[in-house]
């Protein structure tokens, strides 16, 4: 497995067959493409509509990628004060069982494996904001590492059968998630994208507002 300084493959041979999302290869799985990746959905400013903008909080949404035409690409940007290090924020961020109390969608998040110091496997339960539609949970790979002064991470849908749904949930798919943690100023900046299938036609406002939720009461 790579450190922080190596450019070589993330996963071992093994582990890439079982683990990797659908739209990955190997020639992805590591940091330089990782980089590359996170810094492409990042940096994409096109055909974004923006949600919200006050506070040191802004949400964007857009439509599709092509990842998956058809599910909604959401772009925040935080500013934390520089009260809060690096480290401090990195650490709530890496640690899964903080998650729940930061990410107001998020009622049950739990580490199914940390492979090594980069890489985890997780599962997390997201309460439907429609009613008499069921719960959706996620089980998602996480990749981090540090390139010079950023932190990226990385998530996407670990596959099912490795962690079946527990209570017979509807298995959402995370197509693609990724962030740039760093410190600009006096602020840790967080700048975050994602596309995520829910499994059912979710209103931009949900989406738009469960990410201000949590980013707001993370800030706090």
């Not at 006050?54 to 500013?79: C, F, M, P, Q, Y």
């Not at 429609?130 to 670990?158: L, M, N, P, T, W």
């Not at 298995?171 to 829910?198: A, Y």
Request: aromatic residues 12%; proline residues 2%; glycine residues 4%.
């Amino acid at each position: 497995f790579f450190n922080d300084t190596a450019d070589t493959e993330i996963y071992t041979r093994s582990l890439v067959g079982s683990v990797r999302c659908v739209q990955e290869t190997d020639a992805v799985l590591n940091k330089e493409n990782l980089k590359l990746l996170v810094d492409y959905f990042l940096g994409d400013n096109d055909g974004y509509n923006e949600l919200l903008n006050e506070d040191g909080v802004k949400v964007e949404i857009k439509s599709g990628t092509e990842l998956n035409e058809s599910v909604k690409l959401v772009r925040t940007i935080i500013a934390l004060d520089a009260k809060y290090t690096l480290q401090n924020v990195l650490d709530t961020i890496l640690d899964v069982n903080s998650r729940a109390a930061w990410d107001s969608s998020v009622h049950e998040c739990r580490l199914i494996k940390e492979v090594n110091k980069n890489l985890a496997l997780y599962y997390y339960k997201v309460k439907s904001p429609i009613i008499f539609v069921q719960d959706r949970d996620f089980f998602e790979k996480r990749i981090h590492f540090r390139e010079k002064d950023k932190v990226y991470i990385y998530y996407a849908y670990a596959p099912e059968a490795i962690y079946p749904s527990p209570e017979s949930n509807t298995r959402g798919n995370t197509i693609f998630s990724g962030s740039i943690v760093r410190k600009v100023g006096h602020k840790i900046l967080i700048t975050s994208t994602s596309q995520i299938d829910f499994k059912f036609s979710v209103p931009a406002y949900f989406i738009g507002r469960k990410a201000v939720d949590g980013m707001v009461l993370y800030r706090k």
